[in-house]
Nanobody, 123 residues
Framework: QAQLVESGGSSVQAGASLRLSCIAS????????KAWFRQTPGKDREFVAVISESGRATVYADSVKGRFTISRDDDKNAIYLQMNLLKPEDTAIYYC????????????????WGLGTQVVVSS
């Protein structure tokens, strides 16, 4: 069963914006460190962005710095990924994940995952 549920993926043209949402099904992980990863066929899941429990600290992959913004709203048990100036290379299945303890940009370290939402960016 998915502990996180993503939404907001769509097919758009290069340069467009999308806002992805992720809602935790279990309120027990509401305040955990959460992150976004993405994956394309034949590749490992790659780190996109992570946000601290407080929401005040964030880290981004070099490929999305300046274009993507991660945020969270614990009252809604949600995290978001605002994606601007989308490029074809951003095409992927986007997954949100929760880390029950610590801080990491490695997919293998995360404890809870959603099933993903698809983003397609056409040139």
């Amino acid at each position: 069963q998915a502990q996180l549920v993503e939404s907001g993926g769509s097919s758009v043209q290069a340069g467009a914006s999308l806002r992805l949402s992720c809602i935790a099904s279990d309120p027990a992980i509401r305040s955990n460190v959460k992150a976004w990863f993405r994956q394309t066929p034949g590749k490992d899941r790659e780190f996109v962005a992570v946000i601290s429990e407080s929401g005040r600290a964030t880290v981004y992959a070099d490929s999305v710095k300046g274009r993507f913004t991660i945020s969270r709203d614990d009252d809604k048990n949600a995290i978001y990924l605002q994606m601007n100036l989308l490029k074809p290379e951003d095409t992927a299945i986007y997954y949100c994940a929760a880390l029950l303890g610590g801080w990491s940009t490695e997919a293998k370290d995360y404890d809870a995952w959603g099933l993903g939402t698809q983003v397609v960016v056409s040139s």
